[in-house]
Structures are given as structure tokens and as C-alpha cells.
């Protein structure tokens, strides 16, 4: 099946410091990606989506200033979350879709992000 | 709207024992169904699908779901549990507006 690749896995950081988390579909062509964020025992919750070469579709209720995606290329899609803030800390996971497989996404390992 | 429920949020069987989670979905059109598993603190994995044809669908790790219209539900079963399918599980009905929509997961417990 296809894969995604997620990185890090997991990152400390300090209040007001931006952080990235890389998203990478090894053995696909992902022409669309999307960001979920997950809240301890719940469900996951659309944040944006991004097609290569567009500027990202955030839902509603995300700050896109706070939350930068990029999707540069069609295996490589980033989220940085800038600035920080200790109510930022959860469980980023990002998915990808495209090839054969158009309807179907598959998702990364997750990204637990601690701002201290 | 569309929407997809998964009525249990906990369910516990002793390994060995067959499994049944319910999904029920609202949906306009024909939908795509999915049932994803996710292990503490991993990513979500594809189980089976349903897009159209045969309404029960075979998936990894010896899951099935069948897919009734009459019902709205698309539940996943497993005849014999074992224990590390102890994991969260989500079912997700698409696309609407290029999206999935999750429902909010089912944690299953297996007893020794």
C-alpha cells in the first residue's frame, strides 16, 4: 500500500518558538493532502487541505496565519505552527491522496507537538 | 447534512471472541465508506473500503464490513479477535467536497 511518511514524531518546544512538520508520500504522487488535528480520545479534525502548487484551503475556525501549510511538490507537504502557545500542543496528522488510489487517503504516523 | 456515528465508544470482548462495531452514516448520494484503525499514539491505518459492487468487503487483518443501504450502516466485524487488535477504531464516510468525514472512534478492549 501506499505509504506517508510523517516527521518528527514527536517535538518539545518552548512558548513563541515555530515548529514544522514535514509530510511525504514515498512511493505516490499525492496531489492532494490534508492536516488533521486530534484532541486526546476523539476524533480527528479537519484542519486544512492543500493540492500541490495551490495555496491551502483551511476550514473554518483555523488561523491559516498561525497554522502555514506548504505544498510545494507532489510528494512534500509542510505545517509549521508559528508562534507557538501551550494550547497548540496536540497530535498533528497529516494524510495524502492521489495515485491509482484517488479516493482513498492514507496517513502519516502523526506528530505529538509539547509547547512548554 | 452529512455525518457518520459510531454509537459505542467503548467496546470490550475476550480475544477469541467474534467483534461487531456499528457505523451508521447520513449521507445524499452513494457513498464511499471506509473503516480505519489507529494504534496509541500512531497514525490511522486503512482496514477495507466500499466504494460500489459487492456490498460486503473483505479488509486487512481478517476484518470484513458489509454495507447496507436499508440501514445507513456499514459495520465491521471480525470473527475471532486477537489481542493486539486492541485500538481505536474510525469509520468515515467521503467525499464530500474532496473531504471524509470521521466519526468519532470506537476504543476496543480485549479481555485474555
Known amino acids: 500500500g501506499a505509504v506517508v511518511s510523517q516527521h518528527p514524531s514527536r517535538v518539545i518546544c518552548k512558548s513563541g518558538t515555530s515548529v514544522k512538520i514535514e509530510c511525504r508520500s514515498l512511493?505516490?504522487?499525492?496531489?492532494?493532502m490534508f492536516w488533521y488535528r486530534q484532541f486526546p480520545k476523539q476524533s480527528l479534525m479537519l484542519m486544512a487541505t492543500?493540492?500541490?502548487?495551490?495555496?491551502?484551503?483551511?476550514e473554518q475556525g483555523v488561523e491559516k496565519d498561525k497554522f502555514l501549510i506548504n505544498h510545494a511538490s507532489l510528494t512534500l507537504s509542510t505545517l509549521t505552527v508559528t508562534s507557538a502557545h501551550p494550547e497548540d500542543s496536540s497530535f498533528y496528522i497529516c494524510s495524502a491522496r492521489g495515485g491509482v488510489a484517488k479516493n482513498i487517503q492514507y496517513f502519516g504516523a502523526g506528530t505529538r507537538l509539547s509547547v512548554l | 447534512a452529512q455525518s457518520v456515528t459510531q454509537p459505542d465508544i467503548h467496546i470490550t470482548v475476550s480475544e477469541g471472541a467474534s467483534l461487531e462495531l456499528r457505523c451508521n452514516y447520513s449521507y445524499g448520494a452513494t457513498p464511499y465508506l471506509f473503516w480505519y484503525v489507529q494504534s496509541p499514539g500512531q497514525g490511522l491505518q486503512l482496514l477495507l473500503k466500499y466504494f460500489s459492487g459487492d456490498t460486503l468487503v473483505q479488509g486487512i487483518k481478517g476484518f470484513e464490513a458489509e454495507f447496507k443501504r436499508s440501514q445507513s450502516s456499514f459495520n465491521l466485524r471480525k470473527p475471532s479477535v486477537h489481542w493486539s487488535d486492541a485500538a481505536e477504531y474510525f469509520c468515515a464516510v467521503g467525499p464530500r467536497d474532496d473531504k471524509i468525514i470521521f466519526g468519532k472512534g470506537t476504543r476496543l478492549h480485549i479481555l485474555p
Open positions: 492543500s493540492n500541490e502548487g495551490s495555496k491551502a484551503t483551511y
Open positions: 512511493d505516490f504522487q499525492a496531489t492532494t
